[in-house]
């Protein structure tokens, strides 16, 4: 899933128990009222911290509350799994809203309990999910070895846009990952998340795009 602006992001996770916004570092975000998860000593995020941030959510919620967890990635495997826990049970009115760069950093368990959301890349090459990058995704999402080599030919065979393009392909990739493990329950889908985030990561950065989607997916 995609969202143009950074302001869209309180709209979209009132909608969410838990969502992940991948926005490069500097941006800031802000939600009115949140509670602020981050480190406090600039390199992890602790269970202690992550213990305090719901001991204050312990009372019945009577408007919207959000919590923002930022950067998600720096969550150390206590805090992570701290967190899980709740997120497996989320409260009424509670919002997790968790901000990162490297999605694929997160563990499995959370990502397949949150909506992943990117903030889209444009530049003059910029497209919309249309039907033959719907189909391209569908490829990709199963590809292995020459198969995959042929899905990214494809994929960047026009010179314009190209970066562009394969964002928006391996966006696409991965919400159709979400929405058939959401139908199907298995966890097969959800496994295959991380490879793709870590793709959608390195073509962000300005990695070469063919070598990519076929070496980071193999």
């Known amino acids: 899933m995609f969202f143009d602006k950074i302001s869209e992001i309180e709209r ?3 909608k969410c128990g838990t969502a ?3 926005v490069p570092k500097g941006m800031e975000v802000e939600i009115e009222n949140a509670i602020v998860l981050k480190p406090e000593d600039k390199s992890v995020i602790t269970i202690e911290q992550v213990r305090r941030v719901m001991g204050r959510l312990s009372m019945k919620q009577t408007r919207e509350q959000y919590v923002v967890v930022r950067p998600a990635d720096l969550l150390n ?5 701290a967190l899980l826990k709740n997120l497996e049970e989320p409260r009424e009115k509670v ?21 992943v959301y990117f903030l889209r890349v ?3 090459g910029g497209i919309v999910a249309d039907e033959k990058t719907k189909a391209l995704a569908k490829r990709l999402m199963v590809a292995k070895g020459a198969d995959l080599v042929a899905v990214a030919e494809e994929i960047t065979k ?7 393009r394969a964002l928006e392909v391996v966006g696409v990739t991965i919400e ?6 959401f139908i ?35």
């Open 12 to 14: 979209i996770a009132a």
């Open 20 to 22: 992940v916004f991948v």
């Open 77 to 81: 495997d206590e805090a992570a799994n």
């Open 95 to 115: 919002h997790f809203v968790l901000v990162t760069e490297k999605p694929s950093e997160l563990l499995p368990t959370i990502l397949s309990r949150a909506a």
């Open 122 to 124: 444009r530049d003059d």
């Open 158 to 164: 026009k010179k314009d846009g190209v970066r562009a």
């Open 176 to 181: 159709m990952l979400y929405k058939t493990y």
């Open 184 to 218: 199907t329950g298995k966890e097969v889908f959800v496994e295959k998340i991380p490879k793709f985030l870590t793709v959608y990561e390195n073509i962000s950065r300005n990695g070469h795009v063919k070598l990519h989607l076929v070496a980071d997916l193999c």
